[in-house]
């Protein structure tokens, strides 16, 4: 039988919506947003047929809502609120309109014109149509809170006042009146089961109902293979102030991935939404890491600042360019991840910027070898300096997340690892790196490239320089074997550039995903049990064969597979018009889950088709074609 392009497509969608879950942890940091057809009426009650359908995500009070930025705080009053908080939200997505339906239950609901006395929503949407990198938080903030200068006294809110709008689509202060424009762009009625600011009822809970209008904050979530909408929220929640009551009073908030509207710490939840994925299109797809970090047999590298050893060619490390001011190179990188790299050149002379003569440029490489986690660098450079100045270093800022430590905020705690250029051109740690290489879990190293001198004259061209990193994870808590293998991390490259006049002098800093500890977002990366290129994976049953590939949608997809006898695998990649356009000779493969890459380098956005052939490795006989498809993003 003939089998075209739309046929073809059919079956693919059929075999992965069978396929099983990824071995690894799953992601905390995500949630679908299923397509309705509508419509939705926004009166607080969440009565449409399709909210049954959507996916949900209940978040509590002291309850981990999701590594590695979840958390909750006490504001004020008792420590173990009496009242704790529980909420269940809710995703729809309609068109470009992103609609949340939340349902907090809460016996005291109300606010007063002080800050943090108050229940109410604290969320924030990444401005995708922002020009800068990268996509600042645009806040959207939902509750209670009534600053009014002109009253006195905790409680001058009437009973029965809903909430207010703060933030991009709204008018200071709470309550104004907001234009045609605003309310199209974001809109929320809110119903309490109970009486707001007035404790002599008790209330049982308040339910929202909101709309985004997503696309004018930069997102297409209608295109094939759908967007990522970059969000977080903080639940605030106090009680027992309508009148105050000492005893019983209590402020706290509990969030997931960031506490705040207008700042990017921690991390973020990224909401999926694609127009495949509806109401009546059965279980959501599985999405797994935004990166595989390969497990690389073969010697170790020495330490010694030149990554040459055969093993930094190995086509298994995730290699990726870090360059100041080059917008289409973020625009590669995976996921969110061209969203959340960016760039800065703080003033380091007076107020003025100097113009960026010799743009930071490096190459990076990782992997890993049990514990031990690689990092190679390739910096070019026309003038390596050393300097005390922080902004005006040349060198590397790491960040990693502890395994299970908890900061302040009860959100997974991250550790800044950096190093620097010094004065004779050696690596200087600095930072967390300095403390892991004291407890002999790190090492260090940086080699200058020919011709390359130390100074910060900028009289002698330079050509740059290399560096090496090791670190044993078990000095950040992992567990011997790596537990789940999941991994957070951030790369951020530091170039200081001094000239005469010193006018000219400048410095910069570059990221890969996230710029600091403790800030908005590391990439969530998997490190894989063994050798990739194909690698096996663990605790994934493989008695059958089978198929299917993640993330899907992606900016590049892993295939993973089953082979239930020795086979030798040959691996094809179709376009939806039946074109070949990739065709690879994977080899002979033993029994095992295994996975490969397919990064879809110059290929279009859009829906691709893949066959994995299994055959006898001594007659060549067929044995079996596992298929499946992938979505790629641009």
Request: proline share 7%.
């Amino acid at each position: 039988m003939k089998t075209g392009p739309v046929t073809a497509l059919l079956i693919a969608t059929t075999l992965a919506a069978a396929l099983p879950a990824v071995g690894e942890v799953a992601r905390e940091d995500l949630i679908w947003a299923r397509t309705a057809t509508g419509p939705i009426t926004l009166d607080g009650v969440l009565d449409e047929a399709e909210w049954a359908q959507a996916e949900s995500m209940t978040i509590q009070w002291e309850q981990d809502a999701g590594i590695p930025g979840s958390g909750w705080k006490v504001e004020a009053g008792q420590f173990v609120p009496s009242d704790p908080t529980s909420a269940t939200l809710k995703f729809l997505v309609i068109g470009n309109e992103l609609y949340l339906g939340a349902v907090v239950s809460d016996s005291s609901v109300g606010g007063s014109v002080e800050f943090n006395r108050f229940d109410g929503l604290l969320m924030a949407i990444k401005n995708h149509a922002d020009p800068g990198a990268p996509k600042p938080p645009a806040e959207y903030f939902y509750s209670w809170w009534y600053p009014d200068t002109t009253v006195t006294g905790p409680d001058p809110q009437p009973a029965g006042r809903s909430p207010g709008f703060v933030g991009i689509w709204a008018e200071w202060p709470p309550g104004s009146p907001r234009t045609p424009v605003q309310i199209a762009n974001w809109d929320a009625v809110t119903v309490v089961d109970g009486l707001s600011n007035d404790d002599t009822t008790i209330d049982e809970s308040y339910t929202v109902e909101m709309r985004f209008n997503v696309a004018a904050m930069g997102y297409n979530v209608t295109q094939s293979g759908g967007d990522i909408i970059e969000w977080n929220i903080s639940i605030y929640d106090s009680d027992w102030f309508w009148p105050f009551d000492g005893p019983k009073f209590t402020t706290n908030r509990v969030w997931w991935q960031s506490p705040w509207g207008n700042a990017a710490w921690y991390s973020e939840v990224r909401i999926h939404a694609n127009p495949t994925v509806t109401t009546t299109s059965g279980p959501v797809p599985d999405v797994g890491p935004e990166l595989v970090i390969a497990q690389v047999d073969g010697s170790p590298p020495t330490i010694d600042g030149d990554p040459s050893e055969a093993i930094w060619s190995d086509p298994t490390v995730h290699t990726f360019d870090i360059r100041f001011d080059d917008d289409a190179l973020r625009q590669t990188y995976e996921a969110v991840g061209p969203y959340r790299a960016g760039q800065f050149q703080p003033a380091i002379v007076g107020s003025l910027l100097a113009f960026v003569v010799d743009p930071g440029d490096a190459e990076v490489k990782i992997f890993h070898q049990g514990d031990f986690l690689y990092f190679g660098f390739d910096v070019n450079d026309l003038v390596v300096q050393h300097h005390t100045s922080f902004d005006r270093w040349d060198g590397f800022l790491i960040t990693l997340n502890e395994y299970d430590l908890r900061g302040n905020d009860n959100q997974l705690m991250s550790r800044r690892i950096s190093f620097q250029v010094d004065a004779d051109g050696s690596a200087l740690p600095q930072d967390y790196l300095a403390t892991l290489i004291g407890q002999g879990d790190a090492q260090v190293a940086i080699e200058l490239k020919p011709g390359t001198v130390v100074d910060t004259l900028g009289m002698v061209p330079d050509t740059g320089y290399t560096a090496e990193l090791e670190i044993d994870l078990k000095g950040l808590g992992y567990p011997a074997g790596l537990g789940d293998g999941r991994l957070f991390v951030g790369v951020n490259l530091l170039d200081g550039d001094s000239f005469i006049p010193t006018t000219d002098s400048y410095g910069t800093r570059t990221w890969w995903y996230r710029e600091y500890e403790d800030e908005c977002c590391p990439v969530w990366a998997y490190l894989a049990p063994s050798p990739v290129g194909v690698h096996e994976v663990a605790g994934v049953a493989s008695n059958d064969a089978w198929a299917r590939s993640y993330p899907n949608p992606g900016r590049r997809a892993t295939i993973q597979f089953s082979v239930p006898h020795s086979s030798r695998v040959h691996f094809e990649v179709f376009d939806v018009a039946g074109r070949l356009v990739e065709s690879r000779a994977v080899g002979v493969l033993d029994p095992g889950v295994r996975e490969l890459s397919f990064r879809g380098n110059g290929r279009a956005a859009g829906v691709y088709l893949y066959r994995l052939k299994l055959l006898d490795p001594q007659s060549g006989a067929l044995r079996t074609s596992l298929n499946g498809k992938t979505v790629l993003l641009k």
